[in-house]
């Protein structure tokens, strides 16, 4: 059972720069397509943006687009989500999640798919 850590996060002033990182543990992401989502205080989690795990097709958020960049690395089992010219919107709990799938370009975008998930990372920005 793969188990997935995020890090990265922090405070950061708006216009600012973070990038988190998402750490497997206990099996491979290889065959996993794998994905952001956030929980901002008093709304419901939502995706930020995903990416398969063969030819790195990704998908993202309109609220994200052009901002945000997924990256992986199946060999070293990590992921990683850089957020550039952040705003004081894009603060919550930011998750990693992951699931198994077959088809390598597949990305997948609705929570409920998602088996694995990550204990989440604070990103707060301040205007």
């Known amino acids: 059972q793969v188990q997935l850590v995020e890090s990265g996060g922090g405070v950061v002033q708006a216009g600012g720069s973070l990038r988190l990182s998402c750490a497997a543990s206990?099996?491979?992401?290889?065959?996993?397509?794998m994905g952001w989502f956030r929980q901002a205080p008093g709304k419901e989690r939502e995706f930020v943006g995903g990416?398969?795990?063969?030819?790195?097709?990704?998908n993202y958020a309109d609220s994200v687009k052009g901002r945000f960049t997924i990256s992986r690395d199946n060999y070293k089992n990590t992921v990683h989500l850089q957020m550039n010219s952040l705003k004081p919107e894009d603060t919550a709990v930011y998750y990693c999640?992951?699931?198994?799938?077959?088809?390598?370009?597949?990305?997948?975008?609705?929570?409920?798919?998602?088996?694995?998930w990550g204990q989440g990372t604070q990103v707060t920005v301040s205007s």
């Open positions: 990416i398969s795990w063969g030819a790195y097709r990704t």
């Open positions: 206990g099996g491979t992401i290889r065959e996993h397509a």
């Open positions: 999640a992951g699931i198994r799938v077959g088809d390598s370009s597949v990305v997948v975008t609705w929570e409920y798919m998602y088996g694995t």
